[in-house]
């Protein structure tokens, strides 16, 4: 089954996905207030436009568009700008196909062929719950290619940001990043606990502990999933800035222990799941 859009409600909270455009939520309102950065869904032209998209089969960059995985050298194609890197991973680019849809939840599935975006074949299943206080996303990777696969796994949501937007998160580091954005080297972070306007981050975080607290003065948010580190982004110059949930350090594929810092290695039928989860509350 296909669609263009979705609608979900649950007390005063409103999803709006569209699955074409990389299965993203085009959408989340608490009454006529926009929760995410929110666009009605058939105004909605690209994913990098909506309120949240999901990121696989890796999470933020990966290096230069080229990696060598188990002895053979592959490629990935230019996905964003005149960046030197591909980001995000393929699966906010392609049509998704719409499982199942009842009033406050809906499933929607992506089939990857390996291509030049991504030469391995996988499964993705995403799946929202809406509740009149909260939305869960749930991801399922399944590896439908006849070889293991490196794996990451995450989520690009974008918050407003309102003129007292502030953000709480517990971590204990940061990866500082070369002038392209990829990491080069890890120092400690006591925490993150400011307003959105005086913060200046485009980096990922470890020792994620706790839900990420997001405050301003329409809500109360608290961000929490299964994913054990965190990217921020609070572009100075945007009226938006993201937290996003991801299972491994941007460019770990590239790595010396690509393991150590997040990267799965999936077999062939076997499965990797996440989970992210907003609470929303009216202040």
């Not at 290096?63 to 194609?77: E, I, V």
């Not at 074949?121 to 929202?128: D, I, P, V």
Request: contains cysteine.
């Amino acid at each position: 089954m296909t669609t263009t859009a979705l609608e979900l409600r649950a007390g005063e909270l409103r999803l709006a996905l569209r699955p074409d455009l990389g299965g993203s939520i085009a959408g989340l309102w608490l009454g006529d207030l926009p929760v995410l950065r929110s666009t009605e869904p058939g105004e909605l032209a690209a994913s990098r436009q909506s309120g949240c998209y999901p990121l696989a089969p890796y999470p933020n960059r990966l290096g230069y568009r080229r990696f060598r995985w188990q002895g053979q050298d592959h490629t990935t194609a230019p996905n964003f700008d005149d960046s030197p890197h591909s980001l995000h991973g393929v699966a906010w680019l392609e049509p998704w196909s719409v499982l199942s849809a009842g009033a406050s939840e809906a499933e929607l599935e992506l089939q990857h062929a390996g291509d030049a975006q991504w030469p391995f074949a996988f499964q993705l299943r995403q799946r929202f719950v809406l509740t009149p206080s909260a939305l869960e996303v749930h991801l399922v990777f399944t590896n439908g290619a006849a070889q293991a696969q490196p794996v990451g796994l995450g989520w690009h949501p974008y918050f407003v940001k309102r003129p007292r937007s502030r953000l709480h998160v517990e971590l204990s580091e940061r990866w500082e990043s070369d002038p392209s954005g990829l990491p080069t080297r890890k120092v400690p972070q006591p925490g993150i606990d400011g307003d959105v306007a005086h913060l200046d981050f485009d980096h990922c975080f470890e020792g994620w502990r706790g839900p990420a607290r997001i405050r301003d003065e329409k809500f109360s948010m608290r961000l929490s999933s299964s994913l054990p580190y965190l990217v921020v982004y609070t572009p100075q110059t945007k009226g938006y800035f993201c937290v996003e949930p991801v299972s491994q350090v941007s460019n770990a594929l590239h790595m010396a222990d690509p393991a150590a810092h997040g990267l799965r290695t999936v077999p062939p039928g076997v499965s990797f799941d996440a989970w992210m989860k907003l609470e929303v509350e009216a202040v």
